[in-house]
């Protein structure tokens, strides 16, 4: 079992930045492969990123087009995603989440958080 628990979220404008981080509980996380993910009202949760077990690989939806970052700290048991240049599009609950393949699939991944409002003003 791993419990999950985002924070970081909350208002900011258009070009600005936030960090997220995601705070996992037991001995374990090194073992999971981690990823961030978000969900805007009335559409489906969507990928954002994920990153490998050792953070060696990243992988990214086309939308960052590199401005978000993911990372993680296995000592800490934490995964971070470093967002900037923000856009008002980009605002919704974002969600780490923790699972045993790199993947970008929602499907792939076993444990959740309960999610972080972003909001992005014009």
């Known amino acids: 079992q791993v419990q999950l628990v985002e924070s970081g979220g909350g208002l900011v404008q258009a070009g600005g930045s936030l960090r997220l981080s995601c705070a996992a509980s037991?001995?374990?996380?090194?073992?999971?492969?981690m990823g961030w993910f978000r969900q805007a009202p009335g559409k489906e949760r969507e990928f954002v990123a994920t990153?490998?077990?050792?953070?060696?690989?990243?992988s990214y939806a086309g939308f960052v087009k590199g401005r978000f970052t993911i990372s993680r700290d296995n000592a800490k048991n934490t995964v971070y995603l470093q967002m900037n240049s923000l856009k008002p599009e980009d605002t919704a609950v974002y969600y780490c989440?923790?699972?045993?393949?790199?993947?970008?699939?929602?499907?792939?991944?076993?444990?959740w958080g309960q999610g972080t409002q972003v909001t992005v003003s014009s």
């Open positions: 989440a923790a699972g045993p393949s790199y993947s970008s699939a929602v499907r792939s991944y076993d444990y």
């Open positions: 037991g001995r374990t996380f090194s073992s999971y492969a």
């Open positions: 990153i490998r077990r050792t953070g060696g690989n990243t």
